[in-house]
């Protein structure tokens, strides 16, 4: 059983920056692809980046394009979510979610196997 743990979240004013922390309690496979996803209140659950854990691909949606930085350090089964020029509608909670057959870089969280609690960033206007 995989555990993944966040943290990192907070609140911050609009403009502002917050890094996003995931520590994975297994061994991460090299085939496996690392997602970040968000879900504000109300709303579905939506795909942020991606990045392939072992040549460290990385991936966005178009919201997070220029202003977010997805990393992994293979090393401490960690990955990071840099989040600059923060928006208030960045607001929702932050999942990290693993997939570990990793063929292809889904954008949808239905198809990750684990996740964790999830860290809350509120960002105000």
């Known amino acids: 059983q995989v555990q993944l743990v966040e943290s990192g979240g907070g609140l911050v004013q609009a403009g502002g920056s917050l890094r996003l922390s995931c520590a994975a309690s297994?061994?991460?496979?090299?085939?496996?692809?690392m997602g970040w996803f968000r879900q504000a209140p109300g709303k579905d659950r939506e795909f942020v980046s991606a990045i392939r854990w072992s040549s460290g691909g990385t991936y966005y949606a178009d919201s997070a394009k220029g202003r977010f930085t997805i990393s992994r350090d293979n090393a401490k089964n960690m990955v990071y979510l840099q989040m600059k020029d923060l928006k208030p509608e960045d607001t929702a909670v932050y999942y990290c979610?693993?997939?570990?057959?990793?063929?292809?870089?889904?954008?949808?969280?239905?198809?990750?196997?684990?996740w964790g609690q999830g860290t809350r960033v509120s960002v105000s206007s």
């Open positions: 297994a061994r991460t496979f090299s085939s496996a692809v």
């Open positions: 979610e693993a997939d570990y057959s990793g063929y292809v870089v889904y954008r949808r969280s239905s198809e990750y196997d684990y």
